[in-house]
Every structure is written in C-alpha cells, then in structure tokens.
C-alpha cells in the first residue's frame, strides 16, 4: 500500500511541476516587451513591423503583420471604405518608422487565422497601449469576439464607454 500511495504521490507531483513550468513560461513570454520599428500601416489596427532587439520572439519571423489587440476600427479596404476609417489609419500612422514595444497577451493566441501577430504596441514602457489609445480617442471599438486579458478588457471597455459619453471621434 505504501509503495502505491508513492507511486501516485510521484506521478501527481510530476504532473503538476509540468503543468506549472509550462504555465510559468505561457505568461514569461506574454510579459516580454519586444522592441521592433514600425514598417507599414495597413489601417487603423493593423502594421507591419520589423523586431529590432536581439531576440526575434519564438514562432515569429523578423518581419510580422500585427493585428493590435482588443480593438476594432472601421475598415478602410471597402468600396466605400467605413466612417472613420482614413481617420483611423492616420492616427495609428503616427507611429510609422518609429521604434516601439511589442507585448503578446496574456491569454489569446499568439497568431490570428490569417496568421497576423496578435499583441499591445506601446510608444514607451510608461505609455498606455496604441490599442487602448484608438479606443478612447474614438478611432476605434472596443473588440470582444475573442477573449484577452480581463484587466485590458475592462480598461478598453471603459475607454469606449468614456469616448461615446464624450462623443470623442467615430462617436460624434
């Protein structure tokens, strides 16, 4: 009886150092800020970027199209193109040729099905995130098709709600 009770004593625990080292390094690489230089804006919540520093983050390319998470903003390539969608891309434009910081969620995946980066742009480590700052200057919705960080979640659903009570830009 001993030597089964020792026997699934070791397995649970092999069980859960694996599940906790792997989780352990799930979120290690969603906290990592990744240096890159803005090469192309597609439209308001879409860019094309090159990573700078020295690691190239796993499963990416040197050259990647991110799609800026949990936001939304009119889209630019119909006929005719949305309300707001010029706008929006001329606002996400102010960051093209310019050297930012990439961080990967800490809960959605890592590439969208068209096989963009999903992450946060930021300008600095103490400025909010490009996606936050489309939302609460009206340039974009806040977008919860897909489940992300709970935190960003209420932060970017306070900055739509702020920008439609102030009826800040697409909310005019």
Not at 20 to 31: D, G, I, K, P
Not at 36 to 47: E, F, L, N, P, S
Not at 104 to 110: E, G, L, Y
Not at 123 to 145: A, C, R, T, V
Request: charged share 25%; net charge negative; with cysteine.
């Amino acid at each position: 009886m001993n030597s089964k009770l020792l026997r699934n004593l070791s397995l649970f625990l092999c069980i859960s150092f694996t599940f906790f080292s792997c989780e352990v390094e799930l979120h290690a690489e969603s906290n990592t800020w990744y240096e890159a230089r803005v090469t192309a804006v597609i439209d308001g919540d879409t860019i094309q970027v090159q990573f700078t520093g020295e690691d190239c983050p796993s499963g990416c390319q040197w050259n990647e199209r991110v799609r800026l998470v949990g936001v939304d903003t009119p889209e630019l390539f119909t006929d005719p193109p949305e309300y707001y969608a010029a706008e929006a891309r001329a606002y996400t434009n102010q960051i093209y040729r310019r050297d930012v910081l990439l961080v990967f969620d800490s809960v959605s995946a890592k590439k969208d099905r068209y096989g963009r980066v999903l992450a946060y742009i930021y300008k600095s480590f103490d400025s909010p995130s490009i996606n936050e700052q489309l939302i609460l200057n009206g340039y974009g919705y806040y977008y919860d098709l897909f489940s992300f960080d709970p935190e960003k979640m209420n932060d970017f659903q306070n900055a739509e709600d702020y920008a439609r009570l102030n009826r800040v830009g697409l909310w005019r």
